[in-house]
Nanobody
Framework: QVQLVESGGGLVQPGGSLRLSCAAS????????IGWFRQAPGKEREGVSC????????YYADSVKGRFTISRDNAKNTVYLQMNSLKPEDTAVYYC???????????????WGQGTQVTVSS
């Protein structure tokens, strides 16, 4: 069974940090670009970051650039999103997704995780 499972979300104070994990089961993450997305209630889904499988290039939304870092551990079949200097506006459900084209920037993703809640509040 093909699955992506996010973990690591929770409640954190402004300025704090969280590390999200995206673990793949049933397929090898090596051949997929992995994107992180987020969606707050009543708002459109927003692309946060992406890491390619072809050359390891990374991309970040302007809103998180300099604060978030995406990384890949192929041995663990897992992608991470390190989130530092968190702000209340980062509050959302965070999803990871796999794109079989191997490069970031594609419009369609093949697999999606169930999401993990991140709440930034004092």
């Amino acid at each position: 069974q093909v699955q992506l499972v996010e973990s690591g979300g929770g409640l954190v104070q402004p300025g704090g940090s969280l590390r999200l994990s995206c673990a793949a089961s049933g397929f090898t993450l090596d051949y997929y670009a992995i994107g992180w997305f987020r969606q707050a209630p009543g708002k459109e889904r927003e692309g946060v970051s992406c890491i390619s499988s072809s050359d390891g290039s990374t991309y970040y939304a302007d809103s998180v650039k300099g604060r978030f870092t995406i990384s890949r551990d192929n041995a663990k079949n897992t992608v991470y999103l390190q989130m530092n200097s968190l702000k209340p506006e980062d509050t959302a459900v965070y999803y990871c997704a796999a794109d079989g084209t191997s490069d970031c920037g594609g419009d369609e993703y093949d697999y999606w995780g169930q999401g993990t809640q991140v709440t930034v509040s004092s």
